[in-house]
């Protein structure tokens, strides 16, 4: 067998070598993918969308979006997915910089989220464009994924803390993301959702407060 000359770049460690930036690569032409997406399907809404004029945003080749994302749709739940991953993480911040045993802890993260539906990337995409994309059954289905788990442990550990009324878990918590949920569509879809949002926020609160075994006074709104 032939060895390799003395002093011979070695094809394995220089493909090693090469990977690291391949992949930065790779990553940052994702991210401009989904930049440009955010940005055309904020303007344009989804339908409206061509993928060649993406791709163009982007400064990409069709062929290189394609290589990332199949599909339009594929691009799409990329973009929600990014929107709804970014509005949990900043929720959960917003909770834990409060009295996690208080109906103010709970209200922290559900009225962070209120807020999200007045800024335009999250109204437009989740809450306005999201149910046209994926079919309502669907998109429940994944709101549900994000959410329904954490606000059903959440609500659970507020009972047990005697926050909370001691009520069917399962039942309240479907029935407490469901009004959430509207009340944010509700928002998105208003003419004015910034201003439409502290009211349609108080009257989920005093409505949620029900739920509590002490009501406490409405905390303000958090700002994005």
Not at 3 to 29: C, E, F, H, V, Y
Not at 198 to 213: D, E, M
Request: aromatic content about 8%; charged content about 25%; some cysteine.
């Amino acid at each position: 067998m032939n060895k390799p000359l003395s002093g011979a770049a070695d094809p394995d460690k220089a493909r090693k070598r090469r990977q690291p930036i391949r992949d930065a690569q790779a990553s940052n032409t994702r991210a401009a993918i989904i930049k440009a997406a955010t940005d055309m399907f904020v303007e344009n809404g989804y339908y409206s969308t061509a993928v060649r004029d993406i791709a163009e945003r982007a400064n990409v080749t069709s062929g290189a979006l394609i290589h990332h994302f199949r599909t339009k749709e594929q691009l799409f739940l990329a973009v929600f997915d990014q929107l709804e991953t970014e509005m949990l993480q900043s929720a959960h911040s917003h909770a834990v910089r409060t009295d996690a045993c208080s109906l103010t802890g709970l209200w922290s993260g559900i009225g962070y989220f209120l807020t999200c539906a007045t800024n335009v990337e999250f109204q437009r995409i989740v809450l306005i464009e999201g149910p046209k994309v994926f079919g309502w059954d669907r998109w429940r289905d994944l709101e549900e994924g994000y959410s329904l788990g954490r606000l059903k442990e959440l609500l659970g550990s507020y009972m047990d803390q005697g926050v909370v009324k001691r009520l069917d878990l399962d039942h309240l918590s479907k029935i407490v993301f469901s009004m959430i949920i509207e009340s944010g569509i509700i928002v998105a879809r208003s003419s004015n959702p910034k201003r439409e949002h502290p009211a349609i926020s108080a009257c989920l609160f005093n409505v949620l407060s029900g739920i509590c075994v002490e009501k406490n006074e409405a905390p303000s709104s958090p700002v994005l």
